[in-house]
């Protein structure tokens, strides 16, 4: 069968990765979080003390883009790929709240868009690729055969993050949580470069009152209509 590319986009939290993973290991299709990627220059950020109080240290980091390298290997454990910066697995360490809080101002960064794009770019170039993210059916894939762009509530968003962080152990409070992902929805879609927008061609999923195998069954269906 035609293997086509499928782009998964929408708002923080809304279960955007767990989705579109179950569908890519469904279907056999390569999975790819780009938010991860975002995570781990984020955490290269921290490691290299290239935060100032409000911002980045921007020149650091511009010099540094060709030192931050991005892979992705497949967990047998989980089943789900891993994210690796320069060889190391930083999977945990990106889904923390250190991480959470300052990866939308480096999602806002040109260059670094333009370095994480082009990547994701090579990445799908042999199609059979399930990638999830804010930009994914407008700027990275335009021409994806399947768009799905998915949304819920922010209070259901906040719950969901909350109830994630808790079963890992983490100490976290349901209100930062809410304004974290206020926040973020604030800057993903007030930014300049690529802000987060559904593309005019991509199917709307608004998951608040779904259960994940409704939302499977739906995804299914989309998938199985796209590759007749
Ligand atoms: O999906 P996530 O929460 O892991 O994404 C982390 C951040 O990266 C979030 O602030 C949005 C941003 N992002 C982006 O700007 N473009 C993408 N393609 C994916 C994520």
Redesign the pocket.
């Known amino acids: 069968m035609k293997k086509i590319t499928i782009a998964i986009d929408g708002h923080?939290?809304c279960g955007?990765?767990t989705m579109a993973k179950d569908l890519a290991r469904e279907i056999g299709y390569i999975y790819i979080?780009?938010?991860?990627m975002?995570?781990a220059v984020t955490y290269y950020c921290l490691q290299h003390d290239l935060f100032t109080e409000d911002n980045v240290k921007l020149e650091e980091l511009q010099a540094a883009m060709p030192d931050i390298r991005i892979s992705f290997k497949l967990n047998e454990q989980t089943g789900r790929p891993d994210t690796y910066l320069n060889g190391e697995c930083i999977e945990g360490e990106i889904r923390g709240m250190a991480v959470?809080s300052r990866?939308?101002l480096i999602?806002t960064i040109g260059f670094v868009?333009e370095a994480?794009v082009a990547l994701q770019q090579e990445m799908g170039k042999e199609k059979g690729i399930v990638m999830?993210?804010?930009?994914?059916g407008t700027t990275?894939f335009p021409d994806a055969e399947l768009k799905i762009f998915v949304t819920a509530s922010a209070e259901v968003r906040a719950q969901r993050r909350y109830d994630e962080l808790r079963a890992k152990g983490d100490e976290a409070s349901y209100e930062s949580i809410l304004e974290n992902v206020k926040e973020?929805d604030r800057?993903?879609s007030g930014r300049a470069v690529?802000p987060?927008r559904k593309a005019d061609d991509a199917i709307e999923l608004d998951n608040s009152h779904m259960t994940i195998p409704e939302q499977k069954a739906w995804l299914m269906e989309k998938f199985n209509s796209c590759t007749i």
């Open positions: 923080s939290s955007k990765s979080d780009s938010g991860a975002y995570r959470s990866v939308s999602a868009r994480m999830d993210g804010r930009d994914i990275v973020r800057i993903d690529s987060l």
